[in-house]
């Protein structure tokens, strides 16, 4: 029997070491008299370092190595050469394995990786399928399925190799097993077997997790355990704080760090490698590759109706094609002629807009006869770095794999490029690095400082989920490892890692940064709980550490004063910018020119927010459009499809004809509708010729709301016209100078405000004639919510556009303020009480906001007003998800107490 000792991981690598130069002697070319098997790589580089320490000439021919590559081993030698398969392999093989069982089990969504689990842990524990007996016999037909596939390919199931490697055990020099404290049922009984040939085994802890195995391998000797210290810290920024501390370890010339915790977010890696250099460079997913990406893409685009944005992805991605094209030229004018996607043949009728357009349909036809052979894909894009090979060999391994299998499936391809990453390059420095790593990746390492991140409720210790296919009432009866709560191997792990250096620093944030409180582990909540208190003290302060180890972060974008840290930074900069009244805030030289002729729509933003005036109207920055995300019409287009409906509709009624429909209401006639409808249909299939549907079903579904909106919304305009005694007279009545020829009155509209002239031009939706008096109409598709209380707004300045309509018609038809109304007439019916006004009520005080307004603008005051309730300002503006006032509160509610913009600028206004 071996001898067998417990001691922590740096005392087993320390006698381990010691224990191998004794028995090889002083002669540095004889030959190891004995072989080490490790659990990790960790207990691995511990052995060979200390090794190393005591013999600095180097040393050769030492086997340190895993338990299955010893089992690999032991098999050869018998003359067996079997393949074990790959992860990938077996993943796919399980997905294949699913789809061939027919029952409602295999339906469910992510049941191959349960499947998968479950096979494992069954097949770890030393059984065979055909061995258990299970209430769910789809799940063991599906199991065998499995097998027949591995089969297929000529592999085994890394089970089988160490049940191989346990009838083949021959001549095998003796073994120290170093670092175990749990083996899985396969694994224990290929050791059991192997005993004879074992002359020692070190396991780390006593703990009740680990008594099976210390119990399997005989009586042992416990060595005393160091002592260590530990503490927990409470971070409102984790990762920052606890950097900052390891910077200001390494500038006192501390090398032996470690960071670590139970598990290891991607980004986590990313963002300390930011601010520390570590041994773990972190890894991309091969889906985050611009290869790996762009042939999922590739795989998705038939499916998904060839949408736009993927398209101009894969040329980013690097796709090598026939057709040239300028990717970003592209963007810009599918987003201009609103093409969401479609093939080649949906989108001919755009043939001719531009050369790009043309260019870019070429490119869809090139794309659609492209063939979707997985081991084409990688050929197809173009490879600049190192990286971008690895990648390439990544997916030409897959398509081999699923060659194999003779698997066609582009989901499970898909699946299987998901489930692959890619190493990072290690960062090139000088500087001593920080070992990085999660708790399983920790085994076998010590350090003499080690910080624990991640200590919070949930995340150590991990919450088990029993397994829904085999649940532990089973897996005790079939002698399979339960699921448990985990508390054993959870507590086994913290010793673990107080063992594992002289000082233990546990963290946890307070919150995930997104307003949800974290609660600390139960590990730490009785730990000491000292503050970094030497991270960023005051001067002078007790335990204060120099400025100089912040040195390392002052390089990565912080700016480290004495006695502040550089989380104030930022804020100190944008309290010292707002509030200033400066170019950032809007306020600008005289604008004089921008005067020049003005619309109502553009004096409106103005009322509404003037920085809103001041970005669309005079620096011209526009909406991006992302006509991909937009399955309804654009509401743009909308509006302009609505409008000419009702314009074409009331110019082809006669009088007679309305006369008859208002006798027939509530309902219309059946040839008013048909009317209706055909002008509807019209206009709908007029704006898919020039902007293709990408969805046809959602925009078959909005032409019939259309058709039901409308219908109800002219049953109710024609009664209130017929009860106001009015009839539509002028539709998309334009004036002014830039509609030319098509103006039906080419003078602009000029308001003197204030001794400045300012020249009004724009469209009217309709006027409505009656005995001697107009009344204004302007349509709003929906329900026109943020024009409810009209005359109010119009007093506020925030609603300007309809009452200048009604000041120029007064004028150019010389009809007196007394007899011109106004009114607002949603497409979806509301309260009409709400949207209408008298011109007579109202012009005074509309001449006093214009001249408010225009006094602002000569004098280039465009302070920002951002109101998302009332008449909600921020809804049309193309910065609105970048305004600094609207996101920055203590502005806003400055701002907003001022209720509108005209209050606000009636207290600039020049005497």
């Known amino acids: 029997m071996p001898t067998v000792h417990v001691a922590?991981?740096?005392?087993?690598?320390?006698?381990?070491?010691?224990?191998?130069?004794?028995?090889?002697?002083?002669?540095?070319?004889?030959?190891?008299?004995?072989?080490?098997?490790?659990?990790?790589?960790?207990?691995?580089?511990?052995?060979?370092?200390?090794?190393?320490?005591?013999?600095?000439?180097?040393?050769?021919?030492?086997?340190?190595?895993?338990?299955?590559?010893?089992?690999?081993?032991?098999?050869?030698?018998?003359?067996?050469?079997?393949?074990?398969?790959?992860?990938?392999?077996?993943?796919?093989?399980?997905?294949?394995?699913?789809?061939?069982?027919?029952?409602?089990?295999?339906?469910?969504?992510?049941?191959?990786?349960?499947?998968?689990?479950?096979?494992?842990?069954?097949?770890?524990?030393?059984?065979?399928?055909?061995?258990?007996?299970?209430?769910?016999?789809?799940?063991?037909?599906?199991?065998?399925?499995?097998?027949?596939?591995?089969?297929?390919?000529?592999?085994?199931?890394?089970?089988?190799?160490?049940?191989?490697?346990?009838?083949?055990?021959?001549?095998?020099?003796?073994?120290?097993?170093?670092?175990?404290?749990?083996?899985?049922?396969?694994?224990?009984?290929?050791?059991?077997?192997?005993?004879?040939?074992?002359?020692?085994?070190?396991?780390?802890?006593?703990?009740?997790?680990?008594?099976?195995?210390?119990?399997?391998?005989?009586?042992?000797?416990?060595?005393t355990l160091p002592e260590s210290t530990a503490d927990a810290s409470k971070c409102d920024d984790?990762?920052?704080?606890?950097?900052?501390?390891?910077?200001?370890?390494?500038?006192?010339?501390?090398?032996?760090?470690?960071?670590?915790?139970?598990?290891?977010?991607?980004?986590?890696?990313?963002?300390?490698?930011?601010?520390?250099?570590?041994?773990?460079?972190?890894?991309?997913?091969?889906?985050?590759?611009?290869?790996?990406?762009?042939?999922?893409?590739?795989?998705?685009?038939?499916?998904?109706?060839?949408?736009?944005?993927?398209?101009?992805?894969?040329?980013?991605?690097?796709?090598?094609?026939?057709?040239?094209?300028?990717?970003?030229?592209?963007?810009?004018?599918?987003?201009?002629?609103?093409?969401?996607?479609?093939?080649?043949?949906?989108?001919?009728?755009?043939?001719?807009?531009?050369?790009?357009?043309?260019?870019?349909?070429?490119?869809?036809?090139?794309?659609?006869?492209?063939?979707?052979?997985?081991?084409?894909?990688s050929s197809l894009f173009r490879l600049e770095t190192e990286l971008d090979l690895q990648a390439a060999e990544k997916l030409d391994t897959?398509?081999?794999?699923?060659?194999?299998?003779?698997?066609?499936?582009?989901?499970?391809?898909?699946?299987?490029?998901?489930?692959?990453?890619?190493?990072?390059?290690?960062?090139?420095?000088?500087r001593p690095r920080v070992w990085l790593g999660d708790v399983m990746r920790l085994r076998g390492r010590s350090?003499?400082?080690?910080?624990?991140?991640?200590?919070?409720?949930?995340?150590?210790?991990?919450?088990?989920?029993?397994?829904?296919?085999?649940?532990?009432?089973?897996?005790?009866?079939?002698?399979?490892?339960?699921?448990?709560?985990?508390?054993?191997?959870e507590e086994l792990l913290l010793q673990l890692l107080r063992d594992s250096a002289e000082h233990v620093h546990f963290s946890y944030a307070v919150s995930d940064g997104f307003g949800k409180v974290l609660r600390p582990s139960r590990y730490v909540r009785n730990t000491p709980h000292p503050a970094f208190g030497h991270l960023l003290p005051a001067s002078g302060?007790?335990?204060?550490?120099?400025?100089?180890?912040?040195?390392?972060?002052?390089?990565?974008?912080?700016?480290?004063?004495?006695?502040?840290?550089?989380?104030?930074?930022?804020?100190?900069?944008l309290l010292a910018k707002s509030g200033t009244k400066s170019l950032f805030d809007g306020y600008l030289p005289p604008l004089a020119p921008a005067l020049s002729a003005l619309s109502p729509t553009q004096l409106e933003d103005f009322g509404e927010c003037p920085q809103k005036f001041l970005l669309k109207h005079l620096l011209g920055v526009e909406d991006v459009e992302h006509p991909e995300r937009e399955l309804q019409i654009n509401h743009r287009d909308k509006g302009s499809i609505d409008h000419r409906i009702l314009e074409h509709f009331y110019r082809s009624m006669s009088a007679d004809e309305f006369a008859r429909a208002a006798a027939a209401l509530p309902n219309l006639p059946e040839e008013t509708i048909e009317r209706l409808e055909e002008i509807i249909d019209e206009q709908f299939d007029a704006h898919e010729r020039v902007v293709p549907p990408f969805n046809r079903t959602v925009r078959a579904i909005e032409r019939r709301?259309?058709?039901?909106?409308?219908?109800?919304?002219?049953?109710?305009?024609?009664?209130?016209?017929?009860?106001?005694?009015?009839?539509?007279?002028?539709?998309?009545?334009?004036?002014?100078?830039?509609?030319?020829?098509?103006?039906?009155?080419?003078?602009?509209?000029?308001?003197?405000?204030?001794?400045?002239?300012?020249?009004?031009?724009?469209?009217?939706?309709?006027?409505?004639?009656?005995?001697?008096?107009?009344?204004i109409v302007d349509y709003k598709s929906g329900k026109a919510l943020r024009h409810k209380d009209l005359a109010e707004k119009i007093d506020r300045g925030v609603r300007l556009q309809l009452a200048l309509y009604a000041m120029a018609a007064a004028e150019f038809f010389s009809v007196d303020a007394a007899n011109v109304s106004g009114t607002i007439k949603p497409i979806v019916i509301t309260d009409k009480a709400k949207f209408a006004f008298e011109l007579q009520e109202k012009r005074d005080g509309l001449i006093e906001t214009l001249e408010i307004f225009v006094n602002a603008i000569a004098n280039g005051v465009f302070p920002a007003f951002p109101m998302d309730d009332d008449f909600n300002s921020c809804k049309y503006c193309p910065v609105n998800h970048s305004c600094r006032t609207r996101h920055d509160q203590e502005e806003r509610y400055a701002i907003q107490q001022q209720r509108d913009p005209r209050t606000l600028l009636a207290g600039r206004r020049a005497p």
């Open 8 to 223: 922590p991981y740096g005392s087993i690598a320390s006698s381990v070491a010691q224990r191998l130069l004794e028995n090889r002697g002083k002669d540095p070319l004889a030959p190891w008299s004995e072989d080490v098997v490790v659990p990790s790589r960790g207990m691995a580089e511990a052995i060979a370092a200390e090794v190393i320490a005591r013999e600095p000439r180097g040393v050769a021919g030492l086997q340190i190595r895993f338990l299955e590559e010893l089992a690999r081993t032991i098999v050869n030698r018998a003359g067996q050469w079997p393949r074990v398969a790959s992860e990938a392999e077996r993943r796919l093989a399980m997905r294949m394995a699913v789809r061939a069982i027919d029952h409602p089990i295999m339906e469910g969504r992510g049941i191959a990786a349960m499947m998968e689990r479950s096979y494992r842990d069954i097949r770890d524990s030393g059984l065979r399928v055909t061995q258990i007996q299970s209430r769910r016999p789809a799940v063991v037909r599906a199991f065998h399925e499995y097998e027949r596939l591995i089969a297929s390919v000529n592999a085994i199931d890394p089970a089988d190799l160490l049940s191989l490697a346990e009838r083949s055990i021959g001549d095998v020099r003796p073994q120290i097993i170093a670092g175990f404290y749990d083996m899985t049922g396969a694994q224990l009984a290929f050791v059991r077997a192997l005993l004879p040939n074992v002359s020692a085994v070190f396991v780390p802890t006593e703990m009740p997790f680990a008594r099976p195995f210390l119990d399997a391998m005989g009586p042992y000797t416990t060595s």
């Open 238 to 377: 984790e990762i920052r704080e606890v950097c900052a501390e390891v910077a200001s370890l390494i500038a006192e010339g501390e090398t032996s760090i470690g960071i670590t915790a139970r598990a290891l977010d991607p980004y986590d890696v990313l963002l300390i490698n930011r601010f520390v250099s570590t041994t773990h460079p972190g890894e991309t997913p091969l889906a985050a590759h611009r290869i790996g990406r762009g042939a999922i893409t590739l795989l998705r685009l038939r499916e998904r109706g060839f949408p736009r944005g993927d398209v101009l992805e894969l040329l980013r991605d690097g796709l090598q094609t026939r057709t040239r094209i300028d990717a970003d030229r592209a963007d810009y004018e599918t987003r201009k002629y609103r093409i969401a996607g479609g093939t080649h043949e949906e989108l001919a009728p755009l043939r001719g807009r531009s050369e790009t357009i043309d260019a870019y349909i070429a490119l869809v036809a090139e794309l659609e006869e492209l063939p979707l052979d997985f081991a084409q894909l």
């Open 398 to 430: 897959l398509a081999i794999i699923f060659a194999r299998l003779r698997a066609t499936d582009i989901a499970s391809y898909i699946d299987a490029i998901e489930n692959e990453s890619l190493p990072c390059a290690p960062p090139s420095t000088l």
């Open 447 to 489: 350090f003499k400082h080690l910080f624990v991140i991640r200590m919070q409720d949930d995340v150590f210790p991990q919450r088990r989920t029993e397994d829904p296919l085999f649940p532990d009432a089973e897996r005790r009866a079939l002698g399979v490892r339960e699921i448990g709560d985990g508390r054993a191997e």
């Open 541 to 573: 302060a007790k335990g204060h550490r120099p400025a100089s180890p912040l040195a390392p972060l002052a390089g990565r974008g912080w700016r480290v004063a004495p006695g502040e840290g550089p989380r104030h930074v930022r804020a100190l900069q």
């Open 705 to 775: 709301a259309t058709k039901r909106i409308l219908r109800e919304f002219v049953a109710n305009d024609i009664a209130d016209l017929a009860a106001n005694e009015l009839v539509p007279r002028h539709f998309e009545y334009r004036f002014g100078a830039k509609h030319r020829v098509t103006a039906d009155h080419p003078d602009p509209f000029i308001v003197d405000a204030r001794g400045m002239q300012v020249r009004v031009e724009g469209t009217i939706d309709r006027i409505d004639v009656g005995a001697s008096r107009l009344r």
